[in-house]
């Protein structure tokens, strides 16, 4: 089922996990992560004191802020809104969705986790920005849930049309039957924070998700943009299509047609959707946010700066 317009734009969801990786900060794991390609930060902590939460909080919110990620509380409405975090995550037995959002206000992020298409669609109704959908597999992180399997994604891609994120025991070696199950988005805890190179495997993730997106394209719109997405397509939709001829652009001083219609498309094109890098446009920086709604026009002056050696 199509997706509506949303305010979310993500492929990788990372969920921090204090205890997979012991003598190691916070701050330095999710930083590995956001190298690799994590598209939004969720600061999930069900043992440490409400101060440590809330210190925490502050702290990712500079790193992420810096990133241009979007960063979640889960639980904790009050630390959201002190810390100034995009939104909240909340489960099934935690605060209303609609008490929250009269917490909120109308522009924070609330993401909801549903353990079947009947609370997908409940929280869907109820106005969440996005749900999450498991635990697809068992888990340790969430010991003691059953698991809700591929079915349930399967019924989330054909019915739900908010963004919807699969979660629970995904891992690379077993992304692709999730992503096959008709996922876009997935979520991660162990897998990323407990890896010696959690930059490594975000990538790892980003690339099969690209690839999948890729793979989903209609033929002819492949023909038009040599099989690039973005990661919410009907963002891109703001841009127009080109001739086949492609656009005249310089892309870091070298002159060549494109027919990119967009930055996002343009950087799929050069293979850096999975690096960190910084995009200038006619001499004005690009935020990420934007990458996938700003057109690419003809003559434009494209710098894609890439980090060598950090991911
Ligand atoms: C993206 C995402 N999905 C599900 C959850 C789980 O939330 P909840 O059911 O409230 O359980 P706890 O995380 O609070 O133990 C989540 N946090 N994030
Ligand atoms: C926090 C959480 N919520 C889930 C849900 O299905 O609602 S599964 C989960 C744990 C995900 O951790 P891992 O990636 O280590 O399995
Ligand atoms: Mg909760």
């Not at 990538?203 to 997106?213: G, I, S, W």
């Not at 027919?259 to 094109?269: F, M, S």
Request: a negative charge; aromatic letters at 4%; hydrophobic letters at 40%.
């Amino acid at each position: 089922m199509a997706e509506s317009t949303s305010k979310l734009d993500f492929q990788l969801y990372v969920i921090t996990g204090a205890n997979y990786h012991p003598g190691r900060s916070i701050v330095d794991v999710v930083e590995q992560a956001l190298i690799g390609g994590a598209d939004i930060v969720q600061l999930r902590d069900k043992t440490a004191s409400k101060q440590d939460i809330r210190e925490n909080a502050h702290k990712l919110r500079q790193l992420t802020r810096r990133y241009g990620v979007p960063l979640i509380i889960n639980d904790h409405i009050d630390i959201a809104l002190e810390a100034d975090a995009d939104g909240v995550h909340l489960g099934q037995d935690d605060l209303s969705l609609a008490e929250a959002r009269q917490l909120l206000g109308p522009d924070r992020i609330i993401g909801i986790s549903t353990h079947s298409i009947e609370q997908g669609l409940a929280a869907q109704a109820g106005g969440a920005d996005y749900i999450g959908v498991g635990p697809v597999y068992p888990t340790g992180t969430k010991p003691g849930r059953a698991a809700v399997t591929t079915s349930y994604v399967q019924e989330a891609a054909a019915q739900i049309r908010i963004p919807f994120v699969a979660i629970g025991g995904i891992t690379l070696g077993n992304v692709d039957t999730v992503i096959a199950a008709g996922a876009n988005r997935v979520c991660a805890v162990s897998e990323i924070v407990g890896a010696d190179d959690p930059a490594a495997v975000c990538r790892a993730f980003k690339a099969r998700l690209n690839a999948a997106a890729n793979h989903s394209q209609s033929p002819s719109r492949q023909g038009q943009s040599q099989g690039t997405s973005s990661p919410n397509d009907s963002q891109s939709s703001a841009a127009q299509p080109h001739d086949f001829a492609g656009t005249g652009v310089t892309v870091n001083g070298v002159a060549q047609r494109t027919t990119a219609r967009t930055v996002w498309e343009l950087i799929c094109q050069h293979r850096l959707e999975d690096r960190r890098i910084v995009v200038e446009l006619d001499g004005a920086i690009v935020v990420r946010e934007e990458w996938s709604r700003t057109p690419i026009r003809e003559g434009a002056a494209v710098e894609l700066v890439h980090f060598v050696g950090g991911g």
